[in-house]
């Protein structure tokens, strides 16, 4: 028990950060559960029907899950806004439909004998991730990917090209779901394309914004809080989704702009303050 | 039978479109997506269960459907877009209307439980039906079809026609600029979800009377896809609504005619991501402000 709560938080953290990536280029994903879904489904794929290890599985699943963000995500970030968040929405339910209409992967039924993950696996990804949008914040890639999110017709002004930055976060975005839902999908035995239904994608992009968008921070948190609140109130068993709903409304109300609303102070500003 | 499922597609596709109307209708004048209003379709349905469970007769499970469809869409408004009207709480709005259609749909489950409840209307009313050069045709299916289409008028009158139209045309174009001018943007958001709502609710009663039975599924699994067809017709178009919904239902309807089930689901979001990447602004919708940053 206290192991699932373990495992799940940590597969939360790494897909509220998957999102926090293509957000840092301005766009938003409903599709990240898809995104997972195709990883969960490859590495499966791999794992049981070649019967190769799942440290090939992952990487090969993130791969292929990146170049299909990528692929999709190229005519897709023509949109933005709400636009974008129709277009992934979309996106989000047909690969649901077409998982569920590929009898090689078990259709409906879904797959069986998906094992080897576990929770050390995901926390020392946690931390590698987490290590690695730190080292981000501090490079000048950072201030690019502020300068797109900003303002686009700028950035493009000063020379930045916006669609390769957009497109590029996309697919890493989308990796980084996959390997989630690799994970996930070995830590499970059993998945189907129910677990990677529209509210999945919904749920992911919610740690978010409730964490806070402004720092790789807020992510974390909020996928920590939303996957320990609802087991927290357990006690009122009964009554779970309305509380969670009625605490999602409310934090929203209150913080508006996330639990950790501060921004991480950019390197210039950090050069010039230590000289 | 082709023509049989051409009927059943512009019926599926006028409740389609009701429940477009009322995303669009939002959309047009707060910019944001409404994620409640496909339960609050859902709840529509149950909400006229319960009164035709009571003896009631139809119009007035129906009257009930709109009205506590409205005032639902009213304590929507209020908890989730009141006070996220900026351009940069889209998202913000979006989940937290989410979050209230995850309280509704428990709270639906909760009273009525989680098994599909029975209509209990009279079994010969939804299946009597009149033949028509060897197509069958059910009542109820006529019935759908005329109710929607008087709605559709009384709607375009309601907006081209009357001062809170009128109204409802200026938040739509330039909030500031309505406030500015003495119209009171609050009222007339608060209309308009009203208008939304119970257009909603009463999709609900349609498909209820239709098919016997309602689910707390419905919001998820039909429910959503009119924010596809809203897309399709253009963001905050009433007419490209309409257009859209009986198209997703045609195409959906020939799908299965075909024996392409599945695909039928997804035929609906793909035309979407069709139209937004061709034509974002979709069918009929003309150039709108955030197509630019």
Redesign the interface.
């Known amino acids: 028990m206290i192991q699932d709560h373990i495992m799940f938080t940590g597969i939360n953290i790494l897909l509220a950060w998957s999102v926090y990536v293509i957000l840092l280029s301005g766009s938003v994903s409903f599709a990240n559960g898809a995104f997972m879904a195709i990883g969960g489904y490859a590495s499966g794929v791999v794992t049981t029907k070649f019967g190769l290890p799942l440290f090939v599985g992952i990487p090969i699943a993130a791969l292929g899950t990146a170049a299909f963000g990528m692929i999709i995500g190229l005519p897709a970030l023509r949109t933005r806004g709400i636009y974008l968040i129709l277009v992934t929405t979309g996106i989000a339910f047909c690969v649901k439909n077409a998982i569920e209409s590929i009898p090689y992967v078990g259709g409906v039924r879904g797959m069986r004998g998906l094992v080897g993950a576990e929770p050390w696996h995901v926390w020392v990804l946690v931390a590698i991730v987490g290590l690695l949008l730190w080292l981000l914040s501090r490079t000048p890639l950072q201030r690019i990917l502020d300068a797109t999110r900003e303002d686009e017709l700028v950035a493009r002004a000063m020379g930045i090209n916006t669609v390769y930055v957009k497109v590029i976060a996309f697919g890493s975005g989308a990796a980084l779901a996959a390997i989630a839902g690799g994970l996930y999908a070995h830590y499970m035995y059993v998945i189907n394309p129910e677990h990677f239904g529209i509210l999945v994608s919904v749920f992911v992009v919610l740690y978010v914004i409730l964490g806070g968008t402004n720092n790789m921070w807020g992510a974390p948190l909020g996928a920590t809080v939303m996957t320990l609140v609802p087991e927290s109130i357990r006690g009122l068993h009964e009554w779970r989704p309305i509380v969670f709903g009625v605490v999602i409304i409310v934090l929203l109300l209150v913080r508006p702009e996330g639990l950790l609303p501060f921004r991480a102070p950019s390197a210039r500003v950090r050069d010039a303050r230590d000289g | 039978m082709l023509a049989e499922q051409i009927l059943n597609g512009l019926v599926l596709g006028s409740m389609y479109a009701l429940i477009a109307l009322g995303y669009t209708l939002v959309?047009g004048v707060l910019?944001?997506?409404n994620?409640a209003h496909g339960d609050i379709f859902m709840f529509g349905g149950f909400v006229a269960v319960t009164v035709l469970a009571l003896g009631a007769p139809l119009w007035a499970g129906a009257l009930a459907a709109v009205v506590v469809c409205g005032v639902l869409g009213l304590v929507v408004e209020l908890?989730?877009f009141r006070?996220?009207r900026s351009h940069d709480?889209?998202?913000?709005a979006?989940?937290?209307s989410?979050?209230?259609s995850?309280?509704l749909?428990?709270?639906t489950q909760?009273i009525w439980g989680t098994e599909p409840v029975g209509l209990t209307l009279a079994t010969a009313i939804r299946t009597a039906s009149v033949t028509v050069a060897g197509l069958r045709i059910a009542y109820v299916n006529i019935g759908i079809l005329a109710l929607t289409l008087v709605l559709m008028i009384l709607l375009y009158l309601l907006i081209t026609r009357t001062r809170m139209g009128r109204n409802i045309r200026a938040v739509a174009d330039s909030a500031v600029a309505a406030e500015l001018l003495g119209i009171n943007v609050t009222r007339v958001t608060q209309q308009t979800f009203f208008v939304a709502s119970g257009l909603a609710g009463l999709a609900g009663v349609m498909l209820a009377t239709r098919t016997g039975f309602v689910t707390t599924e419905l919001g998820?699994t039909f429910g959503?896809k009119a924010?596809?067809v809203m897309?399709i017709g253009g963001?905050g178009d009433l007419r490209g609504a309409v257009v859209g919904g009986l198209l997703a239902g045609l195409v959906e309807a020939l799908a299965t005619q075909f024996g392409l089930g599945?695909?039928g689901?997804?035929a609906v979001?793909?035309l979407?991501?069709a139209v937004?990447?061709v034509r974002?602004a979709g069918l009929f919708g003309g150039v709108r402000k955030?197509?630019r940053?």
């Open positions: 959309f910019d944001k997506l994620f908890v989730s006070k996220f709480a889209q998202i913000t979006a989940l937290s989410l979050a209230c995850i309280i749909i428990d709270a909760k998820l959503i924010l596809a897309a963001m599945k695909f689901d997804m979001w793909l979407m991501i937004l990447l974002p955030e197509t940053a």
